[in-house]
């Protein structure tokens, strides 16, 4: 099932939340005590920051995969800290360590963050606010990279965040990527309703697509339809890139959104009515398109308004798929108006091969 730990940290005090999360999203992980405490280190460094800094935020703590690498069996506890703050004005400074703009602070936050966890990326615009993903696993660390067999080796990255509704331990929403060839496939997976049925019905679409990454995006989805009859059902999306051809292929069923940006504009990609494992349309319409080095797709569940609005820095993309998918989320509400459904957003994109902290934000 999708876990969510999902903290509001408006106060000191929610940073030992922020903390005893991290830490029993570890164990969950089956992370081992030196990743344990780097997690709940980058935790209490976000939480902090989000207090001095932002004036409040929230911090989501899901279980994922790195970016870089497609093999979903590889452990990890992903952290990300979002707000509606001041934002930095110059975030390679902000990055150093012994950087601060608080004279309470001791300036080793996000330097230290960066330098710990196995991926750290951070996005933030003066005035919108700031985003930050750190990713930490058993295997990835200082001078400890992935294996070999474990990285996409494509330079395609894809990422998200989860979250849930009324802070519940479980979401109904889910993604899932998984590689078959030169074929990455991406799915977000919506189960009916919300809660622990919901979470069974996204669980087991994320399990059988395991099972069937060799297949096409319509006949994934036809698989997902049998697999998921014994559960409430979902609305899910499925993209799939096909890297020799550089052609990516969108079928969906149910409310799931897609919005593809490929030479600087941005379409949208239709799914067709229908409930995966209860309703399920005759015939699924298959959208093709292009798939350029600016290309950035966006999949999300119905948690997202149906108006919101693409992200308009043009650097973002640079960033973690993670990133994106956060900023994203957190643009589409607001402070003063949370998103009020389960909610889950995931991106894929081509590697930069640039590295965003030599970027200005």
């Known amino acids: 099932m999708s876990r969510v730990w999902d903290i509001p940290v408006q106060d000191s005090t929610r940073v030992r939340d922020v903390r005893v999360a991290a830490e029993a999203a570890c164990a969950a992980a089956g992370l081992d005590a030196h990743a344990t405490a780097v997690a709940a280190l980058v935790a209490t460094e976000l939480g902090t920051n989000l207090v001095k800094h932002a004036g409040g ?9 790195p970016a870089d690498t497609l093999a979903e069996d590889v452990p990890c506890v992903q952290i990300v800290s979002l707000d509606h703050g001041p934002g930095i004005d110059n975030v390679p400074a902000a990055m150093r360590d012994g ?13 230290t963050c960066r330098r710990v966890a196995g991926e750290f990326d951070l996005h933030s615009r003066p005035g919108r606010g700031t985003v930050a993903v750190a990713r930490i696993t058993p295997v990835r660390g200082p001078g400890r990279p992935l294996p070999r067999q474990a990285r996409s080796g494509s330079g395609t990255r894809a990422g998200g965040i989860t979250t849930s509704l009324a802070h519940a331990e479980h979401s109904g929403d889910a993604f899932s990527r998984v590689r078959s060839g030169p074929r990455v496939t991406l799915m977000l997976v919506d189960g009916l309703g919300h809660g622990d049925k919901a979470a069974d019905a996204s669980t087991a679409a994320v399990e059988e697509l395991r099972r069937c990454a060799d297949l096409p995006p319509a006949e994934i989805l036809r698989r997902l ?20 051809s550089g052609r990516l292929s969108f079928a969906g069923v149910g409310n799931i959104g897609a919005r593809l940006r490929t030479d600087g504009a941005w ?8 409930i995966v494992g ?16 600016d290309s950035l797709l966006v999949l999300h569940s119905d948690g997202l308004p149906g108006r919101w609005e693409p992200p308009g820095d043009p650097r973002l993309a640079a960033h973690d798929p993670a990133v994106v998918a956060a900023v994203v989320l957190r643009d589409a509400g607001s402070a003063a108006r949370p998103l009020r459904d389960d909610a889950s957003v995931a991106v894929l994109a081509p590697d930069p091969r640039t590295d965003p902290y030599d970027r200005t934000p």
């Open 278 to 293: 209860a309703h399920f349309p005759a015939t699924v319409p298959l959208r093709e398109s292009a798939w350029t080095p």
């Open 57 to 65: 935020g929230r911090l989501f703590i899901n279980l994922a995969a």
């Open 225 to 244: 339809h049998t697999a998921l009859r014994a559960t409430r059902g979902a609305a899910v999306g499925v993209a799939q890139l096909d890297e020799d």
């Open 99 to 111: 950087h601060t703009t608080a004279s309470s602070s001791l300036g080793a936050g996000l330097g």
């Open 267 to 274: 379409q949208p990609l239709i799914s067709h009515p229908g």
